[in-house]
């Protein structure tokens, strides 16, 4: 698959060698940087990443143009994530939405290096931007090969190279057709076949697999930036074919819509206003976590509700006056029911403290806030069409920022204090304990809290004693995962500290 296919008028990129080599280059150097026992990231994530930045902004220099500011920013968060596997050991599910945020960070910047506009690109544009790079990902590599100038490395016809590569090719099969048939004549000389070809390849499968990964991510992220004609195969503009619709048939379905959330409102208000009551008949797995989880989803839609009846409204709907009432007429009631929310998040940690979930919860809802804030401004300032890439950056930074929190040790801090201080309020009758293998599961950013509170966490159980604390298998557990020192290139902050933590255990 290439460009030229999805896009056939599209012409096609010029051929260049600069491009293939930079790649190829960075391909190398990340296989390097995880070879063996560093697969794990670590500062290896940040020392590929600025190599990569550095190398493209160099080559591009080279070519004669700048970077674009929007590229500039997306590149410039891609190294702060980056930065976070070297300095911290966050939470799987952390650091998984921390590399798909880079990724996705990378994969836009490389889209927009040279050519502007992402800041005023609508959601369909980054979306087209987003799956293009996904796309490049699988075709870059290969692109790259097609558009190096091979003419220019050929040798001449009739050199003596060329003939000695014609007649070493035309030799290999002659000797293996000919070798196999003398083997199977005669036993000596089919040993000594055996041994001239005994290869041990059992290990070079997993290197070559691991080398053709980083092939690919380098190649979709260097052909975008040096060489691709545009950010996106999408076309330009909002989709096409779309409808165009009137105030009556967009206004109908949102106010019926904010009629809905002033309804659900007033059912839920007494409750609101109780404090920590809950609603009669109801557990907290009813009305707190799957409430919370509903609601947060009925704001995403909403929101995503309203950039779709933008899109289909007719241009001089969308400039009256009307029509932005008709958006406040939604987002207005909608703010009560984001209260409504955050108060069900609020009712869950009073009863039973943190968690990954939780704290995600938290940084989501934070996140819908504020891009529900941006998108009722731009609205009203008839700037609706620049929503996307400030409210794409909000969730970048928000996810930054609650990493830069870190999570772990947070969790562990307040389900720690919650149990040693024996925590007790209107929905927790009993003290809440805390569990030392659920605190291990966070991470080596939990370890320091762990450690100074392990005489509390854990007890000295006999040999014929079954519990689940026992001291001496906790700490056999983090010997043999913090014990020995691992690769420096998958060297970071928080194993470095663990491992000082762990040696002073007895």
Do not use: K
């Amino acid at each position: 698959m290439s460009e030229a296919s999805l896009s056939p008028a599209l012409p096609r990129p010029r051929r260049a060698a600069l491009p293939l080599v930079v790649a190829a280059g960075l391909a190398l150097t990340a296989h390097e940087l995880t070879a063996g026992d560093a697969l794990r990231p670590g500062v290896n994530v940040t020392l590929w990443v600025v190599l990569l930045v550095g190398v493209l902004l160099r080559a591009l220099r080279r070519q004669g143009q700048a970077p674009t500011r929007e590229a500039g920013t997306l590149l410039g968060l891609g190294l702060a994530f980056a930065v976070t596997f070297t300095v911290g050991r966050v939470p799987s599910t952390f650091a998984l939405l921390n590399g798909v945020a880079l990724l996705l960070c990378l994969t836009l910047g490389a889209a927009y290096l040279r050519h502007p506009g992402a800041r005023v690109a609508g959601a369909w544009a980054l979306v087209g931007a987003a799956f293009t790079g996904g796309l490049r990902l699988v075709y870059g590599a290969f692109a790259l090969l097609e558009r190096f100038p091979w003419a220019r490395v050929r040798p001449a016809r009739g050199s003596g190279a060329g003939r000695w590569g014609v007649g070493l090719l035309l030799t290999v099969p002659v000797l293996l057709v000919f070798g196999g048939l003398l083997a199977g004549a005669d036993a000596g000389f089919g040993t000594l076949m055996r041994r001239l070809f005994d290869w041990d390849l059992g290990g070079v499968g997993e290197p070559v697999l691991r080398l053709a990964c980083w092939s690919a991510l380098a190649g979709g992220l260097v052909y975008p930036a040096l060489m691709a004609l545009r950010p996106t195969v999408f076309p330009a503009g909002e989709p096409p074919g779309l409808p165009r619709l009137g105030l009556v048939e967009v206004g109908l379905p949102l106010a019926s819509l904010g009629a809905l959330f002033v309804v659900f409102f007033g059912t839920q208000l007494p409750y609101f206003l109780s404090g920590t009551a809950l609603p009669g008949g109801l557990t907290f797995s009813d009305y707190v976590r799957r409430g919370f989880g509903e609601l947060m989803t009925v704001a995403f839609l909403t929101l995503s509700l309203l950039l779709a009846a933008h899109a289909v409204t007719r241009e001089e709907v969308r400039a009256g006056a009307a029509y932005r009432l008709l958006n406040l007429a939604v987002l207005a009631p909608l703010a009560p029911l984001l209260l409504s929310a955050a108060n069900r998040w609020r009712l869950y940690t009073l009863a039973y403290g943190l968690s990954e979930i939780r704290v995600l919860g938290a940084a989501f809802l934070a996140w819908v806030v504020l891009a529900l804030g941006w998108f009722a401004l731009a609205l009203w300032r008839g700037r609706l069409r620049h929503f996307a890439y400030p409210a794409l950056l909000l969730g970048l930074g928000t996810l930054l920022v609650t990493t830069a929190l870190n999570p772990g040790a947070l969790i562990a801090r307040v389900n720690v204090h919650r149990a040693v201080a024996g925590v007790t309020n209107d929905l927790r009758r009993t003290p809440q304990g805390a569990d030392v293998w659920n605190l291990l599961n966070l991470g080596a950013d939990a370890l320091p809290v762990i450690v100074a509170n392990l005489d509390t966490l854990t007890r000295e159980c006999g040999p014929t004693e079954d519990c689940l604390n026992d001291r001496s298998t906790v700490v056999r557990r983090l010997q043999e995962e913090y014990g020995e020192p691992r690769d420096l290139r998958a060297w970071n902050a928080s194993d470095a500290r663990a491992r000082r933590l762990v040696r002073g255990l007895r």
